[in-house]
């Protein structure tokens, strides 16, 4: 069942600003984490050395602006970014809350990051390190509507074929039909939520399934 939603229920829903869970998600696995820091780092230097060279009082305030900016990139950099992802998702047209059931369970294999290492021949061979994914079918009255996946982990263990499941869908047709994009997920039953990216501010979603779905 998908159920249409006005757009000042999405803004409501899906924050203008990241929040917590979006900017942990945002910032990364280790190795982004990492990358950030030595952005931030090397630029913050580098101005703060341009700052302290610097005898104008003119340039030196632009400077000082850009040091403290940059050094402040390993927490902008994350909120920015899960913004922008919320932005994007509500530039669409239409938005419905789809009541429905889980009609599959499989699991696929994803490579998360691999490198080139040296074996003991001296040959260099690729080394792929590989994480499971879980997806699940979504379906409800009027058939098939889309696939949600994500890192699998033990508490995914009771997500069950036939299981309860609600979302956000949105897209540019009025029916539905086609372009459809699906937030993260919540299965009642047992209380989890599932989702590569938490767009969903839980909480007002519960209430929004509440109002429309008791």
């Known amino acids: 069942m998908l159920i249409p939603l006005k757009q000042n229920q999405i803004t409501k829903l899906i924050p203008s600003v990241g929040t917590g869970s979006q900017f942990k998600f945002a910032l990364g696995e280790p190795r982004k984490v990492l990358q950030r820091l030595i952005i931030s780092s090397i630029g913050g230097i580098l101005n703060l050395l341009l700052f302290i060279s610097q005898s104008s009082t003119q340039t030196e305030n632009l400077w000082l602006l850009l040091c403290v900016v940059f050094f402040l990139y390993i927490l902008w ?11 994007s998702y509500k530039k669409s047209k239409f938005f419905s809350l789809f009541d429905g059931y889980i009609s599959d369970i499989y699991k696929t294999e994803k490579i998360e990051s691999s490198r080139e290492q040296s074996n003991r021949q001296g040959r260099l061979e690729l080394i792929e390190k ?16 889309d696939t949600i996946s ?26 539905f039909d086609r372009d459809i994009y699906l937030t993260d997920a919540w299965l009642p039953d047992v209380n989890i939520w599932v989702g590569e990216y938490p767009y969903l501010l839980r909480p007002a979603f ?9």
């Open 77 to 87: 950099g994350p909120i920015l970014e899960s913004s922008r992802k919320n932005s």
């Open 130 to 145: 590989k994480r499971t994914w879980l997806v699940i079918e979504l379906e409800d009255e009027d058939g098939y509507l």
């Open 150 to 175: 994500f890192p699998m982990e033990s508490k995914h263990s009771q997500i069950r074929i036939g299981s309860n499941i609600r979302c956000l869908v949105s897209s540019n047709y009025r029916n």
């Open 206 to 214: 519960k209430e929004i399934c509440y109002i429309y779905l008791s």
